[in-house]
């Protein structure tokens, strides 16, 4: 099954895509246009309806937030039909250039992404500049080491990839470091901004509160971790003690790699940067 949906925010459009091949996607996810760009690029598997979307009226680059496969999918699929340039950070760059292993799951919900030559974006603060827009990289590691969202300062916009997916987030990825997200977390809220296009959940007005209670919950399970933790308490047992038995089903079919334990875990490293 395939979910098409087309959502204006003024000067915004989403293109929510979803993809399953027994009943309704397990997640949506958006690949943003905004004027002459467009900011990330949806799962392979629905590679025919995002270029279809584009069709009649091409964008003039990609800006991609992060390498994951909703996210880059389909980066290679629209540079080559359009003939446009794709930036992203120079991590995103390095993932790209070649395949990469992912997992089933994986596989069954976004398909696998196909090589492309990503153009590193300019060190910050350098604005990218376009015929329509000037946006702020602004690189935001936590969720993966290259992520990286966008702020449209003189509308109060920010793209922001997978900051946000929820203010009170049930499960962590592998390789997701929950200091680091905080950090992010922490510099993105220094800036200006109302609307907030996550590309799972899309808001357009009182955005930067959303992002606030986020970092408000991160703070405070990151400290009753390692509280606990200091009192002598091993990982697994802060597992049974805090995991309020949520989201069984994406931890099954993820095999482990999305679920509650990682955000212990997590919260138990040292920040990568």
Not at 12 to 22: D, F, K, Q, R
Request: with cysteine; charged share 25%; proline share 5%.
């Amino acid at each position: 099954m395939k979910t098409i949906r087309i959502h204006r925010f003024g000067a915004v459009t989403a293109y929510e895509l979803g993809y399953s091949p027994i009943g309704s996607p397990l997640m949506t996810v958006c690949a943003f246009r905004f004027g002459d760009v467009l900011i990330d690029t949806a799962q392979a598997h629905m590679k025919e309806a995002l270029l279809h979307l584009l069709d009649t009226d091409p964008p003039a680059l990609v800006l991609l937030t992060h390498h994951h496969e909703d996210h880059g999918g389909n980066a290679s699929a629209v540079s080559k039909r359009f003939g446009i340039p794709v930036y992203g950070h120079r991590l995103t760059a390095r993932k790209l250039e070649k395949p990469f292993r992912i997992l089933p799951y994986q596989h069954w919900v976004w398909g696998k992404s196909s090589p492309v030559s990503v153009r590193a974006l300019p060190e910050e603060p350098a604005v990218i500049e376009t015929a329509t827009h000037r946006l702020l990289p602004i690189h935001t590691p936590g969720h993966s080491k290259d992520h990286t969202v966008y702020l449209d300062v003189e509308n109060g916009a920010l793209f922001s990839g997978d900051l946000f997916l929820g203010e009170r987030i049930k499960y962590f990825r592998a390789d997701e470091v929950m200091r680091d997200q905080i950090a992010s977390l922490e510099k993105v809220l220094t800036f200006d901004f109302d609307a907030l296009f996550c590309c799972h959940r899309p808001t357009p007005t009182g955005g930067k509160e959303k992002l606030r209670r986020k970092l408000a919950f991160l703070q405070e399970f990151y400290g009753t971790v390692r509280r606990m933790r200091n009192e002598g308490l091993e990982p697994k047992e802060i597992v049974n003690r805090l995991d309020r038995k949520a989201e069984r089903l994406v931890r099954w079919v993820t095999m482990g790699n999305a679920c509650f334990a990682n955000m212990v875990y997590s919260a138990l490293k040292d920040g990568s940067h």
